[in-house]
């Protein structure tokens, strides 16, 4: 069973995906497993130039502990570039759809009451 914040962490990702497919991006997968490791979203960015995303989403109710983008931790970093790295050397997504060969970029879109959304590019 999922908790309340699950659920709004849900919301707080499909909000991001359609917002990024209203505007021309190609979401390729949410929540794409590698290993022991989660994306959120792997989208195309059509650019220009065209580039593979590897996107982590953020949801927070609000900013009593700080600012969204702050619980990106160095450790949260890295298990993003892990994963990102390890589905590139596979090549395939997990249900078998190839990986377009096109650079890759790390972002950051933060969620919050509202429906307030920020894209920090190149953040991860």
Same mark, same amino acid.
């Given at each position: 069973m999922r908790t309340d914040a699950q659920h709004s962490g849900?919301?707080?990702?499909?909000? !991001?995906?359609? +917002?990024?497919? $209203? *505007?021309?991006?190609?979401?390729?997968?949410?929540?794409?497993?590698?290993?022991?490791?989660?994306?959120?979203?792997?989208?195309?960015?059509?650019?220009?130039?065209?580039?593979?995303?590897? !996107?982590?989403? +953020?949801?927070? $109710? *609000?900013r009593a502990f700080g600012l969204p983008e702050e619980t990106v931790d160095a450790r949260k970093r890295i298990r993003v570039r892990a994963a990102a790295f390890g589905l590139l050397e596979r090549g395939a997504l997990p249900d078998g759809s190839l990986l377009p060969h096109l650079p890759l970029r790390f972002d950051l879109i933060v969620v919050e009451p509202g429906d307030r959304i920020r894209h920090h590019r190149h953040a991860m």
């Open positions: 849900d919301a707080a990702e499909q909000l !991001v995906a359609d +917002r990024l497919a $209203a *505007g021309g991006w190609a979401i390729l997968g949410r929540n794409v497993h590698v290993g022991r490791y989660e994306l959120d979203l792997i989208a195309v960015d059509p650019g220009p130039p065209r580039t593979l995303v590897a !996107v982590e989403v +953020r949801w927070r $109710a *609000g």
